[in-house]
């Protein structure tokens, strides 16, 4: 069966530092595999995609995320974490014959200045 | 171009009471997909479009659901008769076809008393 986790519930980062925010993954096909973002009192918003390519994704807002198939991990990285990246991240993943999204249960980012 | 709009953004109803939420996709989103997010779990699957066609209602958890999206624009989910346990976030997104993101709405939060 298909399933994503998220390890941690809750991650802490002081303004400035790198931030990683972990996604594993099972699914029996190929995987697509999406970051989402949710501000409080707002809804989610697409940050990364990996389809296939480049195992190293870009995405909005500064995030990229690193696609490795041999760990079957998708974790959300950022150079520099800002305050205003405190939310909620939720990884979701899907095989290339389907579409519905499997969701992780989402990590709550706090940026600490 | 307007994003993903979900009406209402706040529900509050008795038991036994029928809720109907209200989804606008993008226009031109062909697909239209309803997830739910009960506190503190994993957002679920509930049922995807392809226009007005029903293509997957696996995750829809009983036949007190019930999703329609008459002419293939914006689509409507009835609960009826509401139970406690529906209480949650109420997703919609939509996407131009199946390999695209899925963009989601703001959300309706129904909370069932």
């Known amino acids: 069966a298909q399933s994503v986790a998220q390890p941690e519930d809750q991650v802490n980062v002081a303004e400035g530092n790198p931030l990683t925010v972990k996604c594993t993954y099972s699914v029996s096909g190929n995987p697509y595999l999406f970051w989402y973002v949710q501000y409080p009192n707002r809804g989610l918003q697409f940050l990364l995609k990996y389809i296939t390519g480049d195992n190293l994704v870009k995405g909005s807002y500064g995030f990229e995320a690193e696609f490795n198939k041999s760990q079957t991990s998708f974790h959300l990285k950022k150079p520099s974490a800002l305050v205003s990246d405190s939310a909620l991240y939720f990884c979701a993943v899907r095989e290339n014959s389907n579409y519905q999204l499997i969701w992780g249960a989402g990590t709550k980012l706090i940026i600490k200045p | 171009e307007a994003g993903v709009t979900q009406f209402p953004s706040h529900s509050v109803i008795e038991k036994g009471q029928t809720v109907t939420l209200r989804c606008d996709p993008i226009?031109?989103?062909?697909?239209l997909y309803w997830y739910r997010r009960v506190m503190g779990k994993e957002i679920k699957f509930l049922l995807h479009?392809?226009?007005?066609?029903?293509?997957?209602e696996s995750g829809m958890p009983n036949n007190r659901f019930l999703a329609e999206r008459t002419g293939g624009t914006y689509s409507t989910l009835k609960v009826q008769p509401a139970e406690l346990e529906d209480s949650g976030v109420y997703f919609c997104?939509?996407?131009?076809?199946?390999?695209?993101?899925?963009?989601f709405g703001p959300g309706t939060r129904l909370t069932v008393t």
């Open positions: 226009s031109g989103h062909d697909n």
């Open positions: 997104a939509s996407s131009q076809d199946l390999r695209s993101e899925q963009y």
């Open positions: 479009f392809v226009k007005e066609s029903k293509q997957d």
